[in-house]
């Protein structure tokens, strides 16, 4: 991981010790390709009608590209989580480190017991904040290497954290979240919007936002979407959701609930199944259940 494209903040050797840190500082004390079980999803659902029952498998409907798909296996998923927190570090973001800081820590606050935070800040490079913790405590002394300094290359920092940090626990740990902590502004990265929505949604992860306005007002970008656009399709094509910073407690307890009490499995193996064609996800459910997951299967890349 450390000889890819993240790198260490330097700092003291006390902040920076081992971070596999021990559960209980909460609040509460595969890549998605085809393997054995089928093409597996990973899907947000809940009951709007009052009812407590699980969610039957029988009351779920998959279709790729239009085309209807017999669902394998659907259940729901008990286990931990990990949440990598990406922290825009920019000179121009519209808000001081002392805000970012205190939203980035209400996830510490939130998270349940085996679920572990991840935090990465960005400039014009991800730079490791605070390796695999649960621990508050050392999150928070870790917090002070917030600075405002570069320009943000979002969609770089985005490929590290899919490809050095979560990748790697693949396939064993199949719930896996980004939380972008910005305002989708781009401005310098080598790596293109489409190429990391692709490979977000390859390896089934689903990306949050804590989301700032748009600081350059909405301003035309040539050859990429602007930035409230970029937040709004990779939340919506990995099947995520944003909120503004302003509510970062309420988000951050709404996120770390989901992941831990909505979060299903889907499995299926495709009609018409090719490596080489992106196939677009939709999904549906009888009346009273409400689902979200991404919105394309993308082909095999490299």
């Not at 079980?37 to 009812?51: F, N, Y």
């Not at 927190?85 to 002392?98: G, H, I, M, R, Y």
């Not at 401005?187 to 692709?198: H, P, Q, V, Y």
């Not at 992106?278 to 919105?295: D, H, Q, S, W, Y």
Request: include cysteine; charged fraction near 25%.
């Amino acid at each position: 991981m450390r000889s890819g494209l993240l790198r260490f903040a330097i700092v003291s050797a006390a902040v920076i010790a081992a971070a596999s840190g021990a559960f209980g500082q909460s609040r509460h004390s595969v890549r998605g390709g085809v393997d054995l079980e089928g093409t597996l999803i990973s899907v947000t659902a809940w009951r709007t009608d009052g009812k407590t029952d699980p969610i039957p498998q029988d009351g779920i409907y998959l279709y790729e590209n239009g085309i209807e798909q017999r669902i394998k296996n659907f259940s729901y998923d008990p286990s931990p989580a990990k949440i990598v927190l990406l922290v825009d570090n920019s000179l121009t973001l519209a808000a001081d480190t002392e805000k970012l800081k205190k939203s980035a820590m209400e996830f510490a606050y939130e998270i349940f017991d085996g679920d572990q935070l991840f935090v990465i800040a960005y400039d014009e490079k991800p730079e490791i904040i605070q390796e695999w913790t649960d621990d508050a405590a050392k999150l928070e002394a870790s917090m002070g290497l917030f600075r405002k300094k570069g320009n943000p290359h979002l969609f770089d920092a985005l490929s590290a954290a899919s490809r050095e940090v979560l990748q790697p626990l693949m396939p064993g740990t199949r719930k896996t979240a980004i939380v972008i902590i910005g305002d989708g502004l781009d401005r310098g990265s080598s790596t293109e919007f489409d190429k990391i929505l692709a490979e977000l949604q390859l390896m089934n992860i689903t990306v949050y936002a804590l989301q700032l306005p748009d600081r350059t007002g909405g301003a035309y970008r040539r050859n990429m979407p602007k930035a409230g656009a970029v937040i709004s399709k990779l939340t919506e094509g990995t099947g995520g959701i944003a909120f503004p910073l302003d509510s970062a407690q309420e988000a951050a307890k709404a996120i770390c609930d989901e992941l831990r009490q909505r979060r299903y499995l889907l499995s299926y193996v495709p009609t018409n199944f090719s490596s080489y064609e992106p196939r677009r996800v939709f999904l549906t459910a009888n009346e009273g259940i409400n689902l979200r997951a991404k919105t394309a299967q993308p082909p095999n890349i490299k």
